[in-house]
Nanobody, 120 residues
């Protein structure tokens, strides 16, 4: 059993910062490529940022220069530092990625999400 649990969301004003965390737990051997997605009401879920096992990162254009994805493999945790938040960043943020489990090999898992609301 693997769980990805996001935390760190909240209600903030425009210009503020938040740091989201995604902790993987269970019978884990290691985590691979991981990503953050977001879904605003009435819109499709979209990729925000991704990070490979080697630490290479990619961002959607709207968050470049404001968001930073990072990982701590000793804690099986991925982070999303979000600075200069804008109202259009309001969404539910989901963590997803590849996890190598002890008994089942590689699999792709999703968290339940954490809500980020940015007021103007």
């Amino acid at each position: 059993q693997v769980q990805l649990v996001e935390s760190g969301g909240g209600l903030v004003q425009a210009g503020a910062s938040l740091r989201l965390s995604c902790a993987a737990s269970g019978t884990i051997f290691s985590i691979g490529a991981m990503a953050w997605y977001r879904q605003a009401p009435g819109k499709q879920r979209m990729l925000v940022a991704s990070i490979t096992g080697g630490g290479s990162t990619n961002y959607t254009s709207s968050v470049k220069g404001r968001f930073t994805i990072s990982r701590d493999d000793t804690k099986n945790t991925v982070y999303l530092q979000m600075n200069n938040l804008k109202p259009e960043d309001t969404a539910r943020y989901y963590c997803s990625g590849a996890v190598l489990t002890i008994f089942s090999g590689w699999g792709t898992y999703w968290g339940q999400g954490t809500q980020v609301t940015v007021s103007s």
